[in-house]
């Protein structure tokens, strides 16, 4: 396993046009997450996932933004009727879940390389 | 509520020369801390986080952060710059209770020959 995936790395569109992202985690990651990175600044969190339950949503997810994970492993992230505004670097990382009480909760966050979205 | 704010968006170091790149942040608990770098078309990577116990934390590629709690502090350091060290830097907080992280804007690195 190399890492955490994204596909497609770049992608043009058109305003109005749906898009799709797809992620793939590390294999044995259970807890997968979406940000979003505009020119400029840091990544903004945009939602969440364990297994295949999707736990938080930023208010920066808009009803046009939905993101699932059906069966716990890769995800997918779409927007629907993109906005100029939209165009960023769609950012995933996955962790994994450490159980023990003696050792601090978290656990590290791997990113994968990005989707860069344009909106014309 | 928590923030991050990273002071400098552009820092410019010669070669062999300190790097510091700031990093303050505001959290109604105790936090855990982050320094995360993004090289060009790449994704981000994690050079060294704080979470408890010894607040001088070590990284790779020779950095190195101090949390500085009275500071509301965690500043990267690193004695000798390298080329290879020209990227941006990222500071991230997580509060305990929470999954995702919190980033800084940033603050790009010049390495000058």
């Known amino acids: 396993d190399t890492g955490v995936s994204q596909d497609p790395r770049h992608k043009i569109t058109k305003r109005g046009q749906n898009v799709t992202f797809r992620c793939d985690p590390i294999s044995e990651h259970n807890r997968l997450y979406w940000y979003r990175q505009t020119l400029g600044q840091g990544p903004e969190f945009l939602t969440y996932f364990q297994n295949e339950a999707q736990l938080e949503k930023s208010r920066l997810l808009s009803d046009r933004f939905s993101a699932e994970r059906p069966k716990g492993s890769f995800s997918t992230l779409e927007i629907q009727r993109t906005e100029q505004g939209d165009s960023a670097m769609y950012l995933c990382?996955?962790?994994?879940?450490?159980?023990?009480?003696?050792?601090?909760?978290?656990?590290?966050?791997?990113f994968g390389p990005g989707t860069r979205l344009t909106v014309l | 509520a928590q923030s991050v704010t990273q002071l400098g968006s552009h820092v410019s170091v010669s070669e062999g020369a300190l790097v510091l790149l700031r990093c303050n942040y505001s959290?109604?608990?105790?936090?855990?801390l982050f320094w995360y770098v993004q090289y060009p078309n790449q994704g981000l990577q994690l050079l060294l986080k704080y979470t408890t116990g010894a607040t001088l934390v070590k990284g790779i590629n020779g950095f190195e952060a101090e949390f500085k709690k009275s500071e509301t502090s965690f500043h990267l350091t690193k004695p000798s710059a390298h080329m290879s060290d020209a990227a941006e830097y990222f500071c991230a907080v997580r509060r305990g209770s929470a999954r995702q992280l919190t980033f800084g804007s940033g603050t790009q690195l010049t390495v000058l020959p």
């Open positions: 990382a996955s962790s994994s879940r450490r159980d023990s009480p003696q050792i601090s909760s978290y656990n590290e966050q791997f």
């Open positions: 959290s109604s608990v105790p936090p855990y």
